[in-house]
């Protein structure tokens, strides 16, 4: 079974602090592990995912295979980072390479 | 991405109703995925077909069916109805690919069962 935690409902930062959102994943095999995001009054879309090792709109998010973690972060948060961010895991044997998302967390950046 | 669609956008019915959902992509993808949002439980995965000729069950699948019409069409129905069921629905495609696929989601279908 594959499974995706992300501890935090909600995670309120002030602009220009780091920010970091924890995704934890269980899965026997080798995964594969997506960010997507939501802002507000737009679609789920996808924000990075670990096989590009791509920075985009400044976050960074590295797959610790030691500790089946998928942390997203950015150094200086932007008040347009304000958005749901959820994980999600792609799994290749037993689970017909669907993905599984976590429960999501809430960003909020104050100013 | 107004590539994926999805009708009606809102929807309220009764208990006991059947009802569909429709989706339609004009990205030409083959994959394409049913899901529920509710908060603090995320998106959970209700049915998804990799092609015409295929259709799979999801984690929580159980009141739901599909139908997969033609490539580009993906429905999905309630037979009847239940007030649990009351969700926002997101339909999905993507393009498939070992570590390339994106899924591309629809804008979602408020859906309240009474």
């Known amino acids: 079974a594959q499974r995706v935690t992300q501890p935090e409902k909600l995670l309120s930062v002030f602009k220009g602090a780091p920010v970091e959102l924890k995704c934890n994943y269980s899965?026997?095999?080798?995964?594969?592990l997506f960010w997507y995001v939501q802002y507000s009054r737009q679609r789920l879309q996808l924000l990075l995912r670990h096989i590009s090792r791509e920075s985009i709109k400044g976050f960074t998010a590295d797959l610790n295979k030691g500790e089946t973690s998928f942390h997203l972060k950015k150094p200086f948060a932007q008040e347009e980072d304000s958005a749901m961010y959820y994980c999600?895991?792609?799994?290749?044997?037993?689970?017909?390479?669907?993905?599984?998302f976590g429960t999501g967390t809430q960003l909020k950046v104050e100013l | 991405d107004a590539d994926v669609t999805q009708t009606p956008r809102n929807r309220i019915t009764k208990t006991g109703k059947r009802i569909m959902l429709e989706c339609s992509q004009t990205?030409?993808?083959?994959?394409m995925y049913w899901y529920r949002q509710d908060p603090g439980l995320g998106l959970r995965l209700i049915y998804y077909?990799?092609?015409?000729?295929?259709?799979n069950k999801g984690e929580i699948s159980d009141g739901y069916s599909v139908s997969r019409q033609a490539q580009a069409k993906f429905s999905l129905s309630l037979e009847s109805a239940i007030p649990n069921q009351t969700a926002l629905y997101f339909c999905?495609?993507?393009?498939?690919?070992?570590?390339?696929?994106?899924?591309?989601f629809g804008p979602g279908t408020r859906l309240l069962v009474l």
């Open positions: 899965y026997s095999g080798s995964p594969e």
């Open positions: 990205k030409g993808h083959d994959r």
């Open positions: 077909s990799f092609d015409v000729k295929d259709i």
């Open positions: 999600a895991l792609r799994g290749l044997t037993g689970g017909g390479n669907k993905l599984t």
């Open positions: 999905a495609t993507s393009d498939g690919g070992q570590g390339l696929e994106t899924q591309y």
